[in-house]
């Protein structure tokens, strides 16, 4: 079975500190791709960063990286120099080359505070 | 120019009613989705079309019914609205069936009310 799970449902960062963001996940396949969204206030689910299962590098877009464990099978976002507008709930999510859909974590609800 | 859109963006009914969700996508994607967000933020894939073939079904009532009538739409249409039916509906995109660097591009959300 493929599962996504985000252990932290609400989480709250300082304005321009770093906050990281746990996901686990479990697959029996070997290729796969990890996602992470962010949903703010207004409903929209942005992509935030995504993943190759193969690639050893940790993929990074401006302040959001990720820390890819493959043995582990974990997946956090580290989010630095926190804005306000990352205030969101944010999805941890993946897909398989083999299955017809992608699998979302419960979501963890990030608030930055000025 | 909006990637995916839905419409319409808030639609409050009576039980019983039957009601009609449009999502249009001008990416030139093969694949579309339907998602239910409860109240608790959880995502729950509904059904999947490639080139207007139904990939997946999940277990929803059979109230819902998805109809494609070309890969760029895909509409959702439910039947005999229920309390629980209350949620916000996203519709979703990709290039080919969900595998590989496929990311899903989401619409802003349908938030359904059923009082």
């Known amino acids: 079975a493929q599962t996504v799970t985000q252990s932290q449902p609400e989480m709250s960062v300082q304005e321009a500190e770093t906050v990281t963001l746990s996901c686990t996940y479990d697959t029996s396949e070997n290729n796969y791709y990890l996602f992470w969204y962010k949903q703010p206030p207004s409903r929209q689910m942005i992509l935030v960063i995504r993943q190759e299962a193969y690639k050893q590098q940790n993929a990074t877009e401006n302040r959001f990286s990720v820390n890819f464990q493959k043995a582990a099978k974990s997946f956090s976002l580290k989010i630095s120099d926190s804005q306000l507008g990352d205030t969101a709930m944010y999805f941890c999510a993946f897909t398989t080359n083999t299955g017809n859909q992608f699998y979302f974590g419960t979501g963890t609800s990030l608030t930055v505070i000025p | 120019d909006t990637a995916v859109s839905q419409t319409p963006k808030y639609l409050v009914t009576q039980m019983g009613n039957d009601k009609s969700i449009k999502c249009e996508q001008n990416l030139g994607h093969d694949t579309m989705y339907w998602y239910k967000q409860d109240s608790k933020k959880f995502l729950k894939i509904m059904f999947s079309y490639n080139n207007k073939e139904l990939i997946i079904n999940e277990t929803v009532p059979n109230r819902f019914s998805p109809k494609s009538p070309d890969k760029a739409h895909l509409n959702l249409h439910i039947n005999s609205l229920e309390l629980g039916d209350s949620a916000v509906y996203f519709c979703?995109?990709?290039?080919?069936?969900?595998?590989?660097?496929?990311?899903?591009?989401f619409g802003p959300g349908t938030r359904l009310t059923v009082l």
């Open positions: 979703a995109s990709s290039q080919d069936r969900a595998g590989g660097l496929n990311t899903q591009y």
